[in-house]
């Protein structure tokens, strides 16, 4: 049995651990694992480090995930912070940084939203960006909301009452071919640093 850790920057990019397990159960389908995400954490201006020393102790793991959103700053950026943060530490690490954030790891599949929307079968618009242009796009989260609320094709009151946080982690729930986030390079990097971990 192999336990994990995730350490993201908030809550809300729990969305990433059905990203992992299946990263995981696709490369190694006979590895019995589980993981969680950690939670009660020193806030994110208190540095990496902190936080991970926290993590480790609260939730003892074999393997950790760290992530961290590229935002603004170069994803080179981000790994190195990880690296540096890391370097006291005996346990395996991989990183998760997604370009720019979580959410544009759950706008490669329009019938995830609408499933998690609620409207499967919806027909109307989304405005997504195609695969090849989900990295550049400035801010996945706004694409992503605005999906989700389209995808629900809800009445003018009922959309007010809609909770687009509460559907994030469902979108990545309902991704049914996790194959096409290879299309993404953010996304073949983590799994060629899981699987470098896993096999070592």
């Given at each position: 049995?192999?336990?994990?850790?995730?350490?993201?920057?908030?809550?809300?990019?729990?969305?990433?651990l059905p990203i992992i397990d299946h990263t995981i159960?696709?490369?190694?389908?006979n590895l019995v694992f589980s993981g969680v995400?950690?939670?009660?954490?020193?806030?994110?201006?208190?540095?990496?480090?902190?936080?991970?020393?926290?993590?480790?102790?609260?939730?003892?793991?074999d393997l950790l995930f760290v992530h961290?959103?590229?935002?603004?700053?170069?994803?080179e950026d981000r790994y190195l912070e990880i690296s540096n943060a890391c370097q006291k530490f005996e346990l395996k690490v991989v990183p998760v940084v997604p370009v720019r954030m979580t959410e544009?790891?759950?706008?490669?599949?329009?019938?995830?939203?609408?499933?998690?929307?609620?409207?499967?079968?919806?027909?109307?618009?989304?405005?997504?960006p195609l695969i090849r242009g989900i990295e550049a796009a400035s801010?996945?989260?706004?694409?992503?909301?605005?999906?989700?609320?389209?995808?629900?094709?809800?009445?003018?009151?009922?959309?007010?009452?809609?909770?687009?946080?509460?559907?994030r982690r469902r979108v990545a729930e309902c991704i049914e071919n996790y194959l096409i986030l290879r299309?993404?390079?953010?996304y073949r990097k983590f799994e060629s640093d899981l699987k470098l971990a896993l096999e070592r």
């Open positions: 049995m192999i336990s994990y850790t995730l350490v993201a920057d908030g809550s809300s990019d729990q969305a990433l159960s696709h490369n190694f389908p995400a950690a939670s009660g954490l020193p806030p994110v201006r208190c540095g990496l480090e902190i936080r991970l020393r926290a993590a480790i102790k609260m939730f003892p793991c961290r959103d590229s935002e603004a700053q170069r994803s544009a790891w759950l706008l490669v599949s329009e019938s995830a939203i609408r499933r998690a929307a609620g409207n499967p079968a919806g027909r109307n618009y989304l405005n997504m801010d996945p989260k706004q694409v992503l909301f605005d999906a989700l609320i389209e995808a629900a094709n809800l009445g003018a009151r009922r959309r007010s009452n809609f909770d687009v946080n509460a559907k299309e993404l390079a953010s």
